[in-house]
């Protein structure tokens, strides 16, 4: 980042890269779990700097059948007198595990905000009952949207820093979903407001 030349406060939010979501099982009707949220920073600079390093985390894939997802990567911001750091949300576990994944954490800003956990499905075995994965985790970053919940089908992915949605297991007629992949994680992300 490099200041307008007029500028003298700014405003940064930033977020990290949401949890992928895990993969639903192939031999069960497990759904996969969703990937946890990201987390947020949000910071007024009444002195804003001439520059300053900006890392953006991407968001975690969601992993396919039998597989976790990934964890979302981290993003930071600093300046020489302000860092800013704001954690990826946890990859989720594959399809009949209960423990959701580990939430992003955040520091730094006069804001921090712990991303949401990732939901966890009720899973069941040859059920002919459509069963849901789990949501997304959502995060706290502006225009934000977690994976929602899925039945036979591919996960939902996140955006800005949310987490992906399981993948899908058992569907209405008692059969198996084939495409189990979780949804990818929201990528992280950076608005700047610069200020006279």
Same mark, same amino acid.
């Given at each position: ?5 007029d500028v003298t406060k700014i405003i940064v939010a930033i977020c990290g890269g949401g949890g992928g =979501?895990? +993969? ?5 009707? !497990? *759904?996969?779990?969703?990937? #946890? ?7 007024? $600079? ?7 390093t900006i890392t953006i985390g991407s968001g975690g894939a969601g992993g396919g059948a039998d597989t @976790?997802?990934?964890? =979302?990567?981290?993003?930071? !911001?600093?300046?020489?007198? @302000? ?5 990826? =949300?946890?990859?989720?576990? *594959? ?5 959701? #994944? #580990? ?8 804001? %921090?905000?712990?991303? +949401?956990? =990732? +939901? @966890? ?13 789990? #949501?997304? &985790?959502?995060?706290a970053f502006p225009f934000t949207n977690p994976g929602t919940q899925k039945h036979a089908e591919v996960?939902?992915? &996140? %955006? ?5 949605? &399981? &993948?899908?297991?058992?569907? %209405? ?14 990528? +992280?992300?950076? $608005? $700047?407001?610069?200020?006279?």
């Amino acid at each position: 980042y490099t200041r307008s030349s007029d500028v003298t406060k700014i405003i940064v939010a930033i977020c990290g890269g949401g949890g992928g =979501g895990g +993969g639903g099982r192939s031999s069960y009707g !497990y *759904m996969g779990l969703g990937g #946890a949220g990201a987390g947020f920073c949000y910071k007024y $600079i009444s002195s804003a700097p001439s520059t300053a390093t900006i890392t953006i985390g991407s968001g975690g894939a969601g992993g396919g059948a039998d597989t @976790v997802g990934s964890t =979302g990567g981290d993003s930071s !911001y600093a300046d020489g007198t @302000v860092t800013l750091s704001a954690g990826g =949300g946890e990859g989720a576990h *594959m399809g009949g595990w209960t423990d959701t #994944a #580990a939430r992003g954490t955040a520091s730094g800003g006069d804001l %921090n905000v712990t991303g +949401g956990k =990732g +939901g @966890v499905s009720p899973y069941t075995i040859g059920t002919t009952v459509s069963v849901a994965s789990g #949501a997304g &985790g959502a995060c706290a970053f502006p225009f934000t949207n977690p994976g929602t919940q899925k039945h036979a089908e591919v996960g939902a992915d &996140g %955006n800005f820093g949310s987490g992906g949605s &399981g &993948g899908g297991g058992n569907h %209405n007629g008692g059969g198996y979903a084939t495409s189990r992949t979780g949804g990818d994680g929201g990528g +992280g992300c950076c $608005i $700047i407001w610069e200020y006279k």
